[in-house]
T-cell receptor, first 116, second 111 residues
Framework: NAGVTQTPKFQVLKTGQSMTLQCAQD?????MSWYRQDPGMGLRLIHY???????DQGEVPNGYNVSRSTTEDFPLRLLSAAPSQTSVYFC???????????????FGPGTRLTVL | GIQVEQSPPDLILQEGANSTLRCNFS?????LQWFHQNPWGQLINLFY???GTKQNGRLSATTVATERYSLLYISSSQTTDSGVYFC?????????????FGEGTQLTVNP
């Protein structure tokens, strides 16, 4: 298993440009999520999905769109990039334990995004 | 939502020393994880420990859910233990696993 993969590893954008950060997992996990990490801080949840066709907002959703058409993929779209979106973006996945809480989350390697 | 606080914010050790990192949370949890973020930025799962005690080599963790805290113990520290240690928790969630992260403990282990 490759686990959780993210592309690209690095990206530089100009203000106003759009782009999509890719996230894929091959573990058949129902739950996927996107976090951002700013310098000196912990991660903050942007959007998450509990299964194909279902998405919801996290703590900091503004400026980002997501969709979940398959179990494997969960892309994050920036429609009009702003310097405030300069950050490191992590994708994560987990699975249902069948009752109660979800499993531990598994994180991808991250995408370092700079918006000029 | 749940609040997660970690202490100390910074810790400097000599190689071979032991340390304890603390994570306090404001609500009952159904998911608590410890991560190590290495100097290359990679997040490494250390423990999934909503309650009880677990050990993995030189590392161990204990969560006392009733008192709303978790501890991460590092024994005989090595320079490769350097990095940031994060605690993250979820509470009261029945749909999804919305982890809330603490701000981390920056650990530096000197040779």
């Amino acid at each position: 298993n490759a686990g959780v993969t993210q592309t690209p590893k690095f990206q530089v954008l100009k203000t106003g440009q759009s782009m999509t950060l890719q996230c894929a997992q091959d573990m058949n996990h129902e739950y996927m999520s996107w976090y951002r990490q700013d310098p000196g801080m912990g991660l903050r949840l942007i959007h998450y999905s509990v299964g194909a066709g279902i998405t919801d907002q996290g703590e900091v959703p503004n400026g980002y769109n997501v969709s979940r058409s398959t179990t494997e993929d969960f892309p994050l779209r920036l429609l009009s990039a702003a310097p405030s979106q300069t950050s490191v973006y992590f994708c994560a996945s987990s699975y249902s334990t069948g009752r109660g809480p979800w499993s531990e989350q598994f994180f991808g390697p991250g995408t370092r995004l700079t918006v000029l | 939502g749940i609040q997660v606080e970690q202490s100390p914010p910074d810790l400097i050790l000599q190689e071979g020393a032991n340390s304890t990192l603390r994570c306090n949370f404001s609500d009952s949890v159904n998911n608590l994880q410890w991560f190590h973020q290495n100097p290359w930025g990679q997040l490494i799962n250390l423990f999934y420990i909503p309650s009880g005690t677990k050990q993995n080599g030189r590392l161990s963790a204990t969560t006392v859910a009733t008192e709303r805290y978790s501890l991460l113990y590092i024994s005989s520290s090595q320079t490769t233990d350097s990095g940031v240690y994060f605690c993250a928790a979820t509470s009261g969630e029945t749909s999804g696993s919305r982890l809330t992260f603490g701000e981390g403990t920056q650990l530096t282990v000197n040779p």
